[in-house]
């Protein structure tokens, strides 16, 4: 093995996504969000196993992760678009069967004149000032578009990762007020807002990172593994440096170990000299910068000459190197590399 290991566990994905449908009533639906190739951890797999443990509708963000999604599941389950209905997708709307969630004036009308009948979903704004009809304007035209018979009427949560915000009711009432009396299933919330409580499930939860073992599920199964090979390791000695621009120089004899694994395989400079990473039990600190392809690493401290170390696994969570990094784990994920060996695992066992 040369490049590093990136072990998925489809059995975690698929418990993350039972779990977060059991804080949900029996009527309310889970969907799972899969955009972004089921966030960096592979769209084909993944949603697979999100349809063998029972979800029956997937959201992406654009019409073309619908058309992979399309062909990884077949026909039947529902497959939404977030980016709605923009210029040049019709036919893949049409064909591969897609419900764009329809974003503006613009959108409903290019869908009703290519596509009248073809089913459809509307995306209000609450607030966030990202995608959906302002209140105003669906003020206007919602009587109108609800004789359409939309699938689904959905708003998302600008701030639901901080549970005592204020925005969070704000847009819980804004979201009451123009879907007051509709006969039309309604969605507001994704992994933080199931989290927050029953007001906030309406008929449809949309969660995406807690499937994914990521914040702000934190009794979320640990999905991702990633392992890096040891290349090569040598003795420094005390004042010698480490890596580029000396960003490291020994203050004592130092075993350090080189790995493959660098900034063009997502993982973040803002690491260098910070993070750790894990021999089984054992934290083993970065040293100096990351580079594109290598990372060096203190293993002074270890009875054994490692063969690989762990920088994703059960003692750094996606989340924990995030903090390092100054991101979150949402973009820790995306950012996993395309030259990891990719491993899907079933279970831990
Ligand atoms: C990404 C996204 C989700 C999923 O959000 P998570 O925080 O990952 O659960 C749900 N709805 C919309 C509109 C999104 O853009």
């Known amino acids: 093995m040369s490049t590093g290991r990136l072990t998925i566990d489809l059995d975690a994905v698929a418990a993350n996504w039972r779990a977060l449908d059991a804080k949900t009533g029996q009527d309310v639906q889970t969907a799972a969000v899969v955009k972004a190739d089921a966030y960096g951890l592979g769209v084909a797999k993944v949603a697979r196993a999100l349809a063998a443990a029972g979800a029956r509708r997937f959201f992406v963000a654009v019409a073309e992760e619908g058309a992979a999604l399309r062909e990884a599941l077949g026909p039947g389950p529902e497959i939404s678009i ?8 019709t036919d893949m709307i049409h064909d591969l069967g897609l419900v764009p969630m329809l974003n503006s004036v613009d959108q409903l009308t ?52 901080e549970p005592t915000h204020l925005m969070n009711r704000q847009q819980l009432d804004m979201f009451h007020e123009m879907t007051e009396g509709l006969d039309v299933p309604r969605s507001l919330s994704a992994t933080g807002g199931i989290l927050m409580g029953a007001d906030y499930h309406f008929d449809l939860t949309r969660p995406g990172i807690g499937l994914y073992g990521g914040l702000p599920f934190d009794s979320a199964e640990a999905v991702v593994t990633l392992d890096l090979p040891v290349v090569q390791i040598r003795d420094v000695a005390a004042g010698e440096s480490v ?4 960003a490291w120089i020994a203050e004592h ?7 493959n694994g660098g900034y063009a395989d997502g993982l973040a400079r803002a690491i260098s000299n910070h993070a750790v990473v894990f021999h089984q039990d054992t934290p083993c600190p970065i040293l100096g910068r990351v580079s594109m392809d290598l990372i060096t690493v203190d ?29 979150i ?6 950012q996993l590399g395309a030259r990891y060996a990719r491993y899907y695992a079933r279970g831990r066992g």
């Open 243 to 246: 890596g580029y621009s000396n």
């Open 253 to 259: 004899p130092t075993r350090v170990a080189t790995v």
């Open 82 to 89: 977030f980016a709605g209905h923009m210029s040049g997708d």
């Open 110 to 161: 290019r869908h009703f004149e290519a596509l009248p009948g073809h089913p459809f979903g509307v995306q209000l704004d609450t607030g966030m000032n990202r995608l959906g009809m302002e209140p105003a304007e669906w003020a206007t035209l919602r009587d109108l578009i609800v004789s359409q018979n939309p699938r689904l009427i959905m708003s998302h949560l600008a701030c639901a990762d």
């Open 329 to 334: 784990g949402y973009e820790v994920l995306t």
């Open 299 to 327: 293993v002074s401290h270890l009875k054994e000459t490692p063969k690989a170390l762990t920088m994703l696994g059960d003692h750094q969570s996606p989340d924990d190197l995030a903090d390092v990094a100054g991101t």
